[in-house]
Each structure stands twice: as C-alpha cells, then as structure tokens.
C-alpha cells in the first residue's frame, strides 16, 4: 500500500480544536486517499503547555495505527514544519467568542500570515499549495500570499466549503431531500455573515432550487442569514467556535482539489471575476484539473445577486484597508 512517495502535511494549530478533529482524518486517508501515504509536520506555538498537548495528540495518532502515517514532526518553529510541505493547512490562529465578527480577529490573528508565508515561500516544497482556515480567512490568506515570491497566488487558497456544505444542507432539509439532490451551489465572497450562497443557480433534484422550493422570500430573507451567521449560531450554542464541521470542510476542500473535475467553491484570488476587486480573495466555483483547477466564470448573476456580491466585496476591500501595513 505504502510504495507511492509520502505527501508532506504541514498543518499549524494541530493541537487546537480542529486540529483534534483533523488530523486523525488525514493520517487515515481521508484527505488524500486511501493509496497516498503521508507526514504530518505539526506546528504549534513555541509554549509548553500546547506543545505538551501536541505531545499527546501525536500519541494517540500512533496508537490509531494508521497504515498511511508514515512519520510525524512535532515543532514550534514555522522553518521546520514547512520544510518541503506539499500542502500547508493554515489553522493556527484565535477564533472568536460570542458577540464577536470574525473581521475582529483580523489585527491577533493578521501577523501570523506574515511569518507563515515568509516561511512556507522560503523552504516548502517547489508544489507547495496553501490553505488558510484561521479567520478571517480571506483576508489572512491575502497577508500569507503578499509573502510569496517564489509561489504563485493562485496556489493560496482559503476556506468557504464549510459555507457551501451548510448552504447544501439547508437548502435539503427545507426542499426535503437528501444532500446529493443538491447541486450547483457555490459561495462568493467573504467568508462572514455578507457571503453569497447562490441559490439562483442552484439546483435541487436537477430542477431550479428557488422554483422547487416556491418561497423566494425564505430563500432571501432566512436561508441568506442562516447560512452567514451559522458560525455565531454554533458558537452560541456550544461556547466553542465549530471544529468537526470545519475540519471535515477542510478534507472536503484539500479532496476536492486534488481530484480532477470536481466543482466545488473556494476562496482564491479574485482577479477581478464577477466585479470583486482584484487582488481580494472571494469565495466562488472553480473545477479541479490535473494541474490545479480553473475558475467557472460562465453564471450570469441578476440584479440581486449582483447587489450581493457587491456588499461582500465592499467587505472584502474594508478589510484589506485595515490590515493593508501587514501587505507590505
Ligand atoms: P483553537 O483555539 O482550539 O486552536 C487554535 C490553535 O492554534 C491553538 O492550539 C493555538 O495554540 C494555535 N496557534 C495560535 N497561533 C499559532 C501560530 N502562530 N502558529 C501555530 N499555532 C498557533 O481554535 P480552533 O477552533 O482550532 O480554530 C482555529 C481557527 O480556525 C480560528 O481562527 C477559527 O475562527 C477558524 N475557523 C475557520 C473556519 C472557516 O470556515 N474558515 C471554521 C471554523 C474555525
Ligand atoms: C465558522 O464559520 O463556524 C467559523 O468561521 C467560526 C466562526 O467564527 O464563525
């Protein structure tokens, strides 16, 4: 099983509440498949207590046994976990309490890119591909790729598939279906209460959603806020910000970019595509190919989701402006 060439997994925060949630996922091939071996290089801030618990979730990683776990590295020091990493799981960084915008976190959690991408530039592998969980992700993903020399932008990503996964479930649990009849759903923007889940051009069972579900002011005026604000709502419910749920987007998001064809919706670098502002990172629908992926830029957008995408990109930009020092 074990004969193809482990693939390197930095991850950051691998003792925190995703990393629980994660790295026992990808270690079992979850991520990656069930041919690929891995290692896990594990960054965790240079403190006793949280290296301690690294200690032990690194313990219970080796008593799972996992066949494809082909080595681990436990580090404070960012030069060391990303040592030729072929994929670098950005997830260290402060969530939010209740009461709290994830844009809050932008001035903690902001000068973490800065460092980590100086880092994974200088010594990840020639293929390294990036993607930031920590919030607010699109933004610190922008702070991360400023860093780049070496590696396109177009290999920084953040991530809007928890978004999309609980847009789908939504939109299923109110047309009554299963998840799979959903499709065709994307996010664009921030990942913050603006996104845009595109139930316009979402379908449900192959037929419009908004014609099969027959309430467009349910679509607008609960499904929109439900999905943008479920973070608080969890976060509300459970006093700790979502983990299991972030995690598994997270596999969702790393699968479904290594596996050609696939459509799926990410945060990446706009370039300007469907009016967002160039050089911020928005949410929307790309495909997987053998090399990468290509972005789908063929959904017309009416006047409504047109003010949509407006509003959060207007966000998109707010936020570069406060952080725009941390650019440099
Ligand atoms: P957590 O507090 O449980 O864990 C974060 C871990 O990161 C801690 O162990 C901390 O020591 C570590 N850390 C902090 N700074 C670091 C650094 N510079 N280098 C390495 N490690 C560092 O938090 P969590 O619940 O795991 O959430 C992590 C982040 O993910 C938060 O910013 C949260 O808001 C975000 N999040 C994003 C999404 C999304 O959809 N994009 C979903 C859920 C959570
Ligand atoms: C989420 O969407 O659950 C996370 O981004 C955590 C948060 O702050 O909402």
Redesign the pocket.
Known sequence: MASRKPIRVAV??A?????YALLFRIASGAMFGPDQPVILQL???PVEG?QKALKGVAMELEDCAFPLLTDMVLTGEADVAFKDANWCLL??????GPGME?AD?LKD?GK?FIAQGKSIDAVAADDARVAV???P?NTNVMIAAAQARRLPADRFTA?VR?DENRARAQLAQKAGVAIDEVTDLYIYGN?SPTMFADFTHAKVGGKDAASVIGDEAWLKNDFLPAVGKR?AAIIEARG????AS?AN?LVDHVRDLVTPGKVHSVAISSEGRYGFAPGVWAGMPVRTTATGYEVIETYAMDDFAKSKIALTNDELVGERETIKDLLA
């Open positions: 950051t925060g003792a925190g509440n995703i990393g960054l965790e801030i949280p997830v260290g960084s402060k969530p939010r994830r976190l959690n973490i969980v920590g919030n992700c991530m928890l990942h973070g700790l910000s979502s983990a972030a987007a």
